[in-house]
Structure formats: C-alpha cells, structure tokens
C-alpha cells in the first residue's frame, strides 16, 4: 500500500544548511522509490490558518518510506533540516481504492 511522509515546516530559516539538504535530498529518496507529491508552494487556508509549508512525498509502501527515513544516506543530512526548521513530520498509509468515507467504519 502506498504510503506518505508527510511534514508540517511551520518555519525554517533558510541558509546554507537548508540549501545543503535541498541538494541532497533527492539521492536519497531514489533507492526507496520516493517522489515528492507536494513541495513547497502557496497553500490556501480555507478554514482556520496554516503557518509554513506542506511536503508530501509518496513511496511504494511503508516498508520502504521507514528504509529511506532510516537509511545512513538520509540520517546524515537530517540534522541540516532539523537544526534549522520548526516542523511535524509523520508517516502514514494511503488507502486502497476504490475507497468510500464510511469504509473507516469498518
């Protein structure tokens, strides 16, 4: 089943850190399949407010998304976004298709 990382970047101070990762990120995602669905990019807020950003990146399933997130090429560039954002970063899994509403009351 697919799955997502997703991350909340309330705020991030831009610099040659966060440049860094942005430049390195993209290796790391290839061997695991992932792929950025939502980088970035003017969000509309259409009920309550939305500080920062939104990044979505989608990979095969879960197996691989926790592989990439953990892999030694990704942990030696995260602390260049942690130590210079303030985000939320989860995991989770997509749904299988066709999927209704009343499906999560199953």
Known sequence: MTAYAV?????????PQIVEYLHRIDA??????????????????????WPGHLIIIEFPDRRRMRGWYGSPAYQAILSLRTDNSDSVVIMVDGVEHPHKATD???
């Not at 991350?7 to 610099?15: D, E, Y």
């Not at 790391?28 to 407010?49: C, I, K, Q, S, W």
């Open 28 to 49: 790391t995602l290839e061997p695991f399949g992932g792929r950025f669905l939502v980088h970035g990019g003017d969000v509309e807020a259409v009920e309550n407010e």
């Open 104 to 106: 999560v009351l199953r």
């Open 7 to 15: 991350a909340h970047m309330r705020q991030v101070t831009m610099g």
